[in-house]
């Protein structure tokens, strides 16, 4: 199997520079006015005076598009993903948001039992062309608005993941998300949006990247070497992604010569990305936020010793949160998200020089 | 400043009054200083404040006993203060200070303290609402003679957790008042944009049990309706449904300019400020002189100074502190 990830570096790319929010609002904008049967579905996204959702994704929408297709809902999520869900049986395409991600388990009998199964259930008759999208990550708001949850969705059959580390991704992949005919849960990170304003995060990195004029789509599945190199694979997603290209960087001074690849989408998952890098590093380490318990990097362990443990020089090892919930205080905060220190020390560990 | 109310089946006493007034004061500076705190970037997080609802916090938590218990919302500075949390332990948790109501672990949107009679706050809106009619299910079934308050906005209506816990508590006669603070706003989210009835009080008769709509910037007349809503509960006649009238002066949360609420809107509220009206009615019956509010507001700037000044020298929690707690050992 050859791979399919694609190497693609910024300096390419011609384009405006634009800020995570900026690229997802822009995919939005474009999305409905190619197609009016997409809708937008969520709590304060479309008041006037107001926020534009919890993460100013959506401001301006309404404006342009009316209350009709940007549709402000009461507190209640289940409906949210179930009304989503309904709707798109009946040939719409919503797009519903939940304020932060941790609200999903609210909703989570309508997109487990409901959006993910309608399709098999029917004996392939119906489509459920949803997106929900979801903000995850520790910002020193506590136990409750801090979780990543991708692995919970990965382990549901008939949900797509997509999980995007920056702006020119974020655009590309909520495009396709739109357009396919498959329910789609679509994670962002709140340290990456780059909001401005009041709604800036203090910790926010500044991930402002290039999002070219004209359309663009980037397909699921497809993951992205953005740093090659031979000592080392490390695959992660969203603000890990990162975390790993500056523990790769500090690699690189002490001769370790690290190839991170960001996963982009979960589910589908490009395995032959990960297989041959891992067949020409002979190492792998995996790094997210999530609670390393039956997070996603299980997973690919877990694969990637099935495939590939002719290829393996060194135990995978995997960075994640440890498990519990993520604490308020930020210094326990710290402790709890994996930082650039704890992987550059796991890659010393598997990578003796 | 957390001298404990007496109980009260009947009416309010002088001091009661006094008690209480001081009481919202307290909560009204403790949510100013706050403020300030953390546009100094002193505090991290984020923060959800309630001046203006400190009528709702204090009336109600007034006519609690020791024993009883109240959950809250990502809204509860106030709650916690009405309860008698100690102001300490609050500063502390705000400032994730291990000395804190929740050892650094909670932060704003989850203070509480169970000795105190309040359980951690849920910042899941409508979340709470099950575990008030779980406690009081415990109570009544370990013939307990206490009740729950349990806070909740009113956009916290229309998530299904409300339908289904306050059924419940309904058809078991749980010892319970649900205390929906209708402060107009649901974040930026008008409450006639998300519910056909005029009165959240209205939904009551949907489980067959009391409702009642009660000016909430009126401490006394929260404080007896809450009164009524209590003793049935102890009663074992079940629960009530209190929608209690309010406005928050603030924004929904730190960064809200509040753009959504017409100026007019607000300064009509502020008219109707609960503690100004207070004040005002206690002043009248000559039961307070303004020399014993300059003599409130001293004392009360004195004890705030000092839980600030306690905070900031707390110790931390260590990082890995993070690990312990998840599960009882
Ligand atoms: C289940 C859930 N959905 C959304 C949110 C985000 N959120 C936090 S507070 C809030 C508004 C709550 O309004 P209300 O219940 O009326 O309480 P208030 O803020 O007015 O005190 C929202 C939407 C949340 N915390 N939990």
């Known amino acids: 199997m050859s791979s399919s990830a694609s190497v693609i570096s910024s300096r390419e790319l011609r384009g405006r520079e634009m800020t995570l929010v900026e690229a997802l609002r822009e995919a939005l904008r474009e999305e409905m006015r190619r197609d009016d049967r997409v809708i937008l579905l969520g709590e304060d996204i479309g008041v006037e005076g107001g926020f534009g959702g919890a993460f100013t994704v959506t401001l301006g929408l309404s404006e342009e598009f009316g209350h009709h297709r940007v549709i402000d809902t009461p507190i209640s999520e289940a409906a949210i993903a179930g009304v989503a869900a309904g709707a798109a049986m009946a040939g719409l395409r919503p797009v519903a948001d939940v304020q932060y991600g941790d609200f999903l388990f609210l909703a989570m009998d309508q997109l487990a039992n409901n959006a993910a199964k309608l399709r098999y259930m029917s004996g392939g008759k119906l489509a459920v062309p949803m997106v929900l999208r979801a903000p995850v990550g520790a910002t020193t708001r506590g136990s409750q608005h801090g979780q990543s949850l991708e692995a919970f969705f990965m382990h549901v059959p008939g949900l797509k993941v997509a999980c995007p580390s920056n702006p020119y991704d974020g655009k590309g992949l909520l495009k396709s998300a739109i357009r396919d005919d498959n329910p789609v849960i679509f994670f962002e990170h709140k340290l990456l949006y780059g909001s401005k304003g009041a709604r800036k995060e203090k910790a926010g990195l500044q991930v402002a990247g290039i999002v070219p004029e004209e359309e663009y789509l980037i397909p699921f599945g497809e993951a992205k070497i953005v740093r090659p190199g031979r000592n080392v694979t490390i695959v992660a997603n969203l603000l890990m992604v990162h975390r790993s290209m500056q523990a790769a960087e500090i690699l690189a001074s002490q001769s370790i010569d690290a190839e991170v690849i960001d996963v982009r989408t979960l589910v589908p998952f490009d395995w032959p990305a990960v297989f041959d890098s891992v067949k020409k590093t002979g190492r792998l380490i995996i790094v997210e936020e999530d609670n390393l318990t039956g997070g996603w990097g299980a997973e690919v362990a877990a694969r990637v010793a099935d495939d590939c443990i002719g290829y393996l020089d060194a135990p995978i090892r995997r960075v994640a949160a440890p498990d519990t919930p993520p604490p308020f205080a930020p210094i326990m905060e710290q402790f709890y998200v994996p930082s650039v220190e704890r992987i550059v020390s796991t890659a010393k560990q598997v990578v003796v020089v | ?329």
């Open chain 2, 1 to 329: 400043m957390s001298e404990p109310l007496p109980d009260s089946e009947a009416k309010l006493t002088t001091q009661q009054r006094v008690v209480m007034y001081r009481r919202m004061l307290l909560c009204r500076m403790f949510e100013e200083r706050v403020y300030y705190l953390f546009l100094e970037g002193r505090l991290p997080g984020t923060i959800h404040q309630s001046q203006g609802q400190e009528a709702s916090a204090v009336g109600v938590c007034s006519v609690l006993r020791s024993g009883d218990m109240i959950t809250s919302t990502h809204r509860p500075h106030s709650h916690a203060i009405a309860r008698g949390v100690p102001v300490t332990s609050l500063m502390a948790e705000l400032f994730a200070k291990d000395t804190g109501c929740c050892r650094g672990k909670g932060g704003s949107m989850h203070v509480g303290d169970r000795d105190a009679g309040m359980l951690p706050a849920i910042a899941i809106v409508g979340g709470g609402i099950p575990l008030a009619s779980g406690y009081a299910l415990a109570f009544k079934y370990l013939k307990q003679p206490n009740i729950v308050a349990c806070f909740f906005g009113e956009g916290a209506t229309n998530i299904g957790a409300f339908h289904e816990a306050v059924n419940m508590a309904a058809i078991w006669d749980l010892p319970v008042v649900f205390v929906c603070e209708n402060n107009k706003y649901a974040a930026s989210t008008a409450v006639e944009k998300v519910m056909k009835v005029k009165h959240v009080s209205e939904r009551a008769q949907a489980y067959g049990i009391p409702g009642e709509t009660v000016d909430g910037n009126d401490v006394e007349i929260t404080y007896y309706a809450m009164q009524r809503a209590a003793e049935r509960a102890r009663a074992g006649k079940g629960p009530t449904l209190l929608e209690i009238e309010t406005y928050r002066f603030a924004g929904h949360s730190r960064s809200d300019p509040g753009h959504y609420r017409a100026a007019e809107e607000v300064a009509s509220w502020k008219e109707r400020d609960p503690i100004a009206r207070y004040e005002k009615q206690l002043s009248t019956e000559a039961l307070i002189t303004p020399e014993d509010m300059a003599g409130f507001k001293a004392a009360i700037d004195r004890e705030l100074e000092e839980a600030i000044h306690l905070a900031e020298r707390d110790p931390s929690p260590k990082p890995e502190d993070c690990l312990s707690d998840v599960f009882v050992s």
